[in-house]
C-alpha cells in the first residue's frame, strides 16, 4: 500500500500524489476485539473513547435482556430518575456479562444512554401495538408482546381514543430525556412537563442550547431559571470528587457527565 506524507518532497508528482490518495485506505488490522467495529466506528472509538456498541442494544442476548429486566423491573420512562438508570445499568452489565461469558462475543459494557434510548423505543411500540390491537410479533405469536405490553401502563389515553373512528395520535416522546409525554393522559401527575424536562432544563431553546439530559438537581428549574449557587456547589462537588480523588473510585453518573458537558460546551463558546 503507497503511503503519502502532507509534505510530500516530490511536488512536481501531483497526479502522483492524486492516484496515492485516491486509492482504497487499507484494511485495519484485525484486531480481535474490534473485528465487529467498520472503520467509521472504529474512527468514532478513537476519537472519543467511546465503543460505539456501548451505546446500543443491538444483538439477541442484549435485547432479550433489556425486555426480560423491563418486565422484571416494571421500568417506564416517566418513573426512571438518573440514579436508577445508573443502578439498572450496572445490573443489566453484570447480567451480560454472565450471559456472555464463555462465548466468542465481547463483553462491552453498557452506557445508560443505551438502555434510555431503548425504553424509549420500546414503549412508543407497545402503545403502538396496544392502539392498533396488534400484538404479533416476526414469528406471528401474540405471547411475546402481549406479556410486554400487559407489564406496565403507560398511556391509556393515546391507547383509547375517547370518540370511536377518531384518529390515533402519534405517541411523542421527549428529544431531549426520551420521555414519553403523556403517560397518564391530560392532568396526570406522571405527563411530562410542558416547558420542562425532569432537570428542570427546556428541552428546546430557541435562543440558547439545551444542555445535555440530565443535569445534576437544582441548577435549573421550571425551564426558565438558573441556579449559580447550586451550578458552583455542584462543580466543587464533582471537583472534589475527581480531580483531588486522584481518580480513584470514582463513579460518575449521568448527571456529572452531563453537567461535563455542559461545561465543555460553555467553554469551547468563551475561547
Ligand atoms: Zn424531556
Redesign the pocket.
Known sequence: MPTVTRQDPSESSTNERVNVLITPLPIPPPVDELKALTRSKRLFRACTGIDVRALRIETDIEYYLFMDMRYEGRWASFSMTSCKWVTVTAEYNAKLAEKLTGTEANIIPKNPRALIDKLGKVEALVIDKISHNDYSSSRGSETFWRKHCAVVSLSKSEAEPSNPGEKKRKVQT??????V?YPGGVGSKGN??KQ???DG?K?KDGTDFSPE?PQPPGIFTSGAHFHPVAFLTTLREMYETTVMNDGRDVVVDMEYLAFANLLAVVYFQRS
Open positions: 421527549c428529544g431531549r430525556c426520551r420521555q409525554k411530562h412537563k420542562y424536562c425532569s432544563v428541552p439530559w
